[in-house]
């Protein structure tokens, strides 16, 4: 410790170089991390799901719907506990610029078979008895400035016309995965306004045993194959995550932006480090000259390279994980749970680390073999 | 006076290894900066040639996408009887009512991953309504028959999609007998097939969408008043091509967005850099610049000189970078359009001003991180510098 002193003062030789240095590291890294976390959150996405919970399509595409009528058939099946089904509204609000999910669902066996969403009792009850009720993710209310109790009315594009619903809900998720900027409202609702035609999205089903899983989604589907809509019926993970697989590569995309970052910036500090050695270099055939060993020189250099560049990264880091929490950052919906990870904070650090040896290890060695006559000559 | 262009080549040659990495830090923007932003062009102009300005596009009153849209067929002749639709050379009216389904299909190597992609079940006029779409292999599906035609761009993306192989979706099989080419739109992300065929195997009697070609392109406004006014019917009638640009527009300021969010933030750190780099160079050259300041140069050149030295670097790196960025043009990706919630595949697209545009960027990052070494420069203290 007691060669603090030395590289605090190198740092300060140039206030200026070792600000914009370990800023630049810290926007280089800031950067990364928002990068890996889109990443890591689609990852997320696609994992969640209870391995308890299957979902039931129509087999030719999400966009045909299945007969309500095979919640019966789905019930009996054996294994399952219970069923629940939804519906896509796809309305507008207001001007629509801001998107948001709404789906008419089964009011009380969804949110029995969803008790990630959590809302008081008494707001359940109230969903339960009042045909025109919604309730609504916390966010939605937040954006928006709705109130318990007001009137809220959606333009279906799908189903037309003007649609008028009264909050009576709002529910927090308990797994941030699950998004918090969503409108459900009564099946039973939608079925009458549409004329009772009957139909369900898409069926959620509740089994006893996860290891029975793959068994149980064939007996259903099996039973639907002859039927007027046949089903496909896998994990609500597996269907969750074909969702998240629709982007394409945007991993690859994040992943080569992301690199491109680092890379540059491993340019630019390298850049700065290189810089201020060699302006050193009659400092440090004075250190030489006065006793300091080359091992002292070397770790010199090294430990102001891991100042800057741990420094750097830290804050960097620090300010991507503060950032997205403060500002509960959830990119429009599509990224619910936008939190950067343990994981990413670690491999953030790994690139500090390379950081530091690449940018510090070339002027570190050359001031450890810095022959001191010759500098001494050189620069007077 | 102005001090020769020369100097600064020569000093910047003095100095290769500095220049080079930073040089290449801001050619590394420079390449985030055309790549993002080919992205988003190429996304555009796929949708914004999808679709002509001489056709409409008529969808049920209120849908903002055909999937939401639903046309009877008792509508679509009236539609098609009406006089602002084109008359084809056998006499009958341009007019093709359409069945639009999304169909998923795995994507190759995954069978988990899949993607929605479009059915869409055409009349024979609409080949001749898309004037772009032509066929590029095979021929075209003979009606009454289980064929289909597979746009170019997803044909290989996508298994069974080649001339002569059997593709297996809602429940039949389809032989596919030709790909089609679309000038590059989203057309080219489809798969076509006959409307009657379509039909039963989906929705059942009804229509997503009709899009006719326009008797006379300048009578839109008319056209549009009196099928929206029509009793009969509760449609919305637009312009096809406006229809299909609108929907680039969501995903397109994404990665809009995206591309000047993540390449401020690059710029800011290469600017950086290119501080550091002029500092440097400005203080181990103090001696140099009181030599030519005592020899009767003004400050205000000195200062100029030094801006041109770092654009100078700069403009080396935005030359990198348009470099590196280069072949990624043509390179085809594909992604949902969450507006219409269907598979588009397309390829990024450099354009030559999205190159200069590159440069410019570089050159700004240069002269931004050059003015305060610059105006350290003019400012030297002439005695001391010299002693």
Redesign the interface.
């Known amino acids: 410790m007691k060669f603090l002193r030395i590289v605090l003062a190198n740092l300060a030789r140039h206030k200026r170089r070792t600000f914009l240095t370990t800023a630049g590291i810290a926007l280089a890294l800031f950067l990364f991390a928002t990068l890996r976390t889109v990443v890591t959150t689609l990852q997320a996405t696609a994992q969640f799901g209870s391995a308890r919970r299957l979902v039931t399509t129509n087999a030719t595409g999400i966009v045909f719907v299945l007969p309500l009528s095979y919640a019966e058939r789905l019930r009996a099946v054996p294994g399952v506990t219970a069923v629940s089904w939804a519906n896509w509204f796809g309305g507008k609000y207001g001007d629509g610029k801001r998107f948001f999910a709404q789906f008419a669902v089964d009011a009380q066996s969804y949110l029995a078979m969803y008790p990630e969403m959590t809302l008081p009792p008494e707001q359940r009850e109230a969903f339960f008895r009042e045909k025109t009720s919604v309730i609504v993710g916390r966010r939605l209310l937040d954006v928006y400035g709705w109130k318990l109790g007001q009137n809220i009315t959606i333009q279906g594009t799908i189903f037309p016309g003007d649609w008028t619903f009264t909050i009576r809900g709002v529910y927090t998720p308990s797994n941030k995965v699950l998004n918090d900027d969503m409108l459900l409202f009564r099946h039973d609702y939608f079925d009458e306004r549409i004329g009772r035609a009957g139909v369900a999205g898409w069926y959620v089903v509740e089994i006893d045993d996860p290891n029975n899983a793959g068994k149980i989604a064939k007996t259903i589907d099996d039973m639907f194959r002859n039927s007027s809509a046949a089903t496909k019926t896998g994990t609500e993970q597996a269907f969750n995550a074909s969702f998240a697989t629709m982007w394409g590569n945007v991993s690859l995309l994040m992943g080569t932006i992301g690199m491109a970052v680092v890379f540059a910036i491993l340019l630019v500090s390298t850049n700065a480090m290189m810089m201020s050695a060699r302006e050193r270099t009659r400092d440090i055939a004075v250190l030489k000259t006065i006793g300091f060993s080359d091992r002292v020189l070397f770790g010199l250099v090294m430990a102001e390279a891991a100042v800057i560049s741990l420094t750097g990264s830290f804050v960097g880091l620090g300010a991507a994980k503060w950032l997205y929490r403060a500002t509960n950052f959830n990119g429009a919906g599509f990224l619910p749970g936008f939190d950067v990870t343990v994981g990413t904070l670690l491999f953030g650090g790994g690139i500090a680390l390379l950081l530091m040896l690449a940018s510090g290890l070339v002027p570190a060695i050359q001031a450890a073999r810095l022959p001191v006559v010759v500098a001494l000559r050189r620069v007077e | 006076m102005k001090i020769p262009l020369i100097y600064n080549a020569r000093s910047v040659l003095q100095r290769p ?2 220049t080079a ?2 040089a ?2 801001i050619g ?2 420079v ?2 900066f055309i790549g ?1 932003l080919a ?1 988003a062009n190429g996304f555009r102009a796929a949708l914004a040639r999808t679709g002509s300005a001489r056709n409409v596009l008529v969808l ?6 055909e ?2 849209s639903g046309v009877g067929r008792n509508e679509f002749s009236i539609i098609a009887a009406s006089p602002h639709v084109a008359s084809g050379p056998d006499g009958r009216p341009l007019a093709s009512p359409e069945v639009y ?4 299909l795995a ?1 190759p190597g ?1 069978s ?5 992609v479009v059915a869409r079940g055409v009349s024979a006029a609409a080949w001749e309504v898309r004037s772009n779409v032509k066929v590029s292999q095979g021929r075209r599906p003979e009606s009454g028959r289980s064929e289909i035609c597979i746009g170019e761009k997803i044909a290989g993306r996508f298994a069974n999609t080649g001339v002569g192989e059997t593709l297996r ?3 039949r099989d389809w032989s596919v007998v030709c790909h089609f080419s679309a000038g590059g739109s989203a057309f080219e992300s489809e798969i076509w097939g006959e409307n009657e065929q379509f039909m039963p ?3 059942g009697q009804v229509f997503q969408s009709v899009t006719f070609r326009l008797k006379d392109p300048a009578a839109f406004a008319e056209a549009k008043r009196t099928l929206e006014g029509d009793q009969r019917l509760t449609v919305d009638a637009r312009r096809e091509n406006e229809f299909y640009a609108g929907q680039s527009q ?1 995903l397109e300021s ?1 990665l809009q967005v995206l591309a000047l969010l ?1 390449t401020s ?2 710029a ?3 600017i ?2 290119a ?3 002029m ?2 160079a400005v ?2 050259r103090a001696p140099e610049i009181a030599v030519l300041l005592t020899l009767g140069f003004r400050p205000r050149s000195v200062l100029a000189s030094f801006l041109v030295e770092s654009a100078l670097i700069a403009a080396l790196g935005g030359l990198i970078g348009a470099l590196l960025a280069l072949p990624i043009n043509g390179v085809v ?4 359009n ?1 507006t219409s ?1 269907s ?1 588009i595949a397309f390829s990024f697209r450099v354009t030559p001003g999205l190159l200069v545009a590159g440069l410019l960027f570089a050159i700004v990052m240069g002269v931004v991180g050059g003015f305060f070494p610059a105006r350290r420069a003019s400012k030297v203290p002439v005695v001391e510098a010299i002693r």
């Open positions: 290894v500095s990495l930073t290449l830090g590394l923007v390449a985030v993002m992205l049920r009153r209120g849908a903002d996408s999937l939401a389904v999304l169909i998923p994507r995954d988990t991953a899949v993607a929605n979706f809602a429940g195997v989906f929705r969501l994404i993540i933030i690059m800011v750190g290469a950086f850099g501080v550091n780099t500092y440097a203080a181990s990706t594909s992604t949902t969450w919630f598979e």
